[in-house]
């Protein structure tokens, strides 16, 4: 009996480069977008191999998916849906920015099987859209938002940034608000980082941009927490709220460690014990498939790979499985399956974040308090 997996496929076309985007993606490659969708589709049968995996959540993240044409996609799901064993009730995703969609394109995405979407709106405020260079404006959402409706989809996220420099209380007061209206199901909110490399970094180094303010990073969450959950939605994970029933099912399957298949330049997988990484770059990916080989779970355009020993499988585990605000960490799966407790495990660190008001322990399970959530990353560092 194989276990359900889940699916992430990887897009790295973007028709222009955010300023605080780190992710794997390229601009002027569009060329490659068709060998692109072919190389995607061997890669799914290299790994898929004889055996037909269930399977009951797709994602296609990027990058910008809603870029690759109908055929393209075509191309990638017809060997999904040919090589595994799909659900009937699968959570199929894309990623979409929301200048770069129409009903006739939502239309034919449906045809295919995608049933939930995902929108980068980032800010509704032209100042911070500006400064992020995003390629939208408001009535830009406003319109997707209607669009997506109307082509039947009304599971959809909405994306948001706080911490961005400028940024204030009010101002992202408005965003939240403003996307409050469309009661989207789910709403990803996300602190801004500031990495190496982007023209961001650039700007903070040069000093012609102020550096964010973790204190008011801190009061924005605190701010978003407290306007969403009197709207009804779940706080679900430390970034992730959803109406109850909406909860992203892929990225449930992420924080609780469960296997996953990445597929697609850069992305990443877990699957049979195994953390991997795929080449980065489109081209060597296009190359490195069509070389062939690769067996489950790793392709030919495996990059990097790494057996996960028993001491990985407690940090994964902690730290995946405390991000859930509900779920928490199980005290009795954890022993079942690593024969220590996580008392055990952590000794005093463990007693210190309980005594520090981070962590609290309810019907067996250890939980991130509601000052935890906001210092997750300092938690999840002394228990490593
Ligand atoms: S649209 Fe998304 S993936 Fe593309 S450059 Fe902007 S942030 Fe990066």
Known sequence: MHPSLSLYLHIPFCRHRCAYCDFN?????????????????????????????????????????????????????????????VAANA??????????????????MRALGINRLSFGVQSVVPSELALLER?????????AVATARAAGFDNFNIDLIYGVPGQTLTSWQQSVEAILD?????????????????????????????????DL???????????????????????????????????????????????????????????YAVVRQPRSYIKRIAAGGGNYPLSSA???S??????????DTVITQL?????????????AQFAVSPREAFGETLLELLDWGLLQERDNRLLLTKKGEFLSNQVFYRLL
């Open 25 to 85: 993606t390229y601009t002027g490659l569009s060329d490659l977008q068709t060998a692109y969708a072919e190389a995607l589709s061997a890669e799914i049968r290299q790994v898929s191999g004889t055996v037909r995996r269930p399977v009951h959540t797709i994602f296609f993240g990027g990058g910008t998916p809603s870029l690759m044409s109908p055929a393209d996609m075509q191309t990638i799901l017809s060997t999904v849906y040919e090589r595994f064993d």
């Open 91 to 108: 959570e199929v995703s894309m990623e979409a920015n929301p200048n770069t969609i129409t009903r006739p394109y939502l239309d034919a």
């Open 135 to 143: 390629q939208h404006d408001f009535q830009t959402v406003v319109d």
């Open 182 to 214: 469309f009661r989207p199901k789910h709403f990803s909110l996300y602190c801004l980082t500031i990495e190496e490399g982007t023209p961001m970094a650039r700007w903070l180094h040069t000093g012609t941009m102020p550096a964010p303010d973790p």
């Open 217 to 275: 990073a801190a009061d924005q969450f605190e701010l978003a927490r407290n306007l969403l959950g009197a709207a009804g939605y779940d706080h679900y994970e430390i970034s992730n709220w959803s109406q109850p029933g909406y909860e992203c099912q892929h990225n449930l399957t992420y924080w609780r460690n469960g296997d996953y298949l990445g597929l697609g330049a850069g992305a990443h997988g877990h699957a049979d014990g195994i953390r």
């Open 302 to 304: 495996v990059a990097q």
């Open 306 to 315: 790494t057996v996960l020993d028993r001491e990985s499988k407690i940090s």
């Open 323 to 335: 991000r859930l605000l509900n779920e928490g960490l199980d005290n009795t799966l954890f022993e």
